[in-house]
Nanobody
Framework: EVQLVESGGGLVQAGGSLRLSCAAS????????IGWFRRAPGKEREGLSY????????RYADSVKGRFTISSDAAKNAVYLQMNSLKPEDTAVYYC???????????????????????WGQGTQVTVSS
């Protein structure tokens, strides 16, 4: 059973930083892409970034490019999201999600969209005060 557990959320002032962690279990880490998404109050779930654990390729949304950095540690089955220069509009519940990228003998490159990811964590709240 795929399990994803986020941690590291909290309250931070604008301009500050947070590092979110996603602990993954129940699947072969290298066969999956793991992404970070968020849902702000009154808004749709938004894709932020994902990492392909097969080859380390990353993808970012324009809204966070240059401020957020995704990384993974295969030895710990963990994925991280380093968030710098946080803004009040970054306030949201942050989720990690996973999707299998091995389709037959090929590697699938998912879009940074919620519907591409099958398994989700419970989320962690990030609040950025002005």
């Amino acid at each position: 059973e795929v399990q994803l557990v986020e941690s590291g959320g909290g309250l931070v002032q604008a301009g500050g930083s947070l590092r979110l962690s996603c602990a993954a279990s129940g699947f072969t880490f290298d066969d999956y892409a793991i992404g970070w998404f968020r849902r702000a109050p009154g808004k749709e779930r938004e894709g932020l970034s994902y990492i392909d654990n097969h080859d380390g390729r990353t993808r970012y949304a324009d809204s966070v490019k240059g401020r957020f950095t995704i990384s993974s540690d295969a030895a710990k089955n963990a994925v991280y999201l380093q968030m710098n220069s946080l803004k009040p509009e970054d306030t949201a519940v942050y989720y990690c999600a996973a999707t299998s990228i091995k389709v037959g003998g090929a590697i699938y490159e998912p879009l940074l969209q919620p519907y591409e990811f099958d398994d989700w964590g419970q989320g962690t709240q990030v609040t950025v005060s002005s």
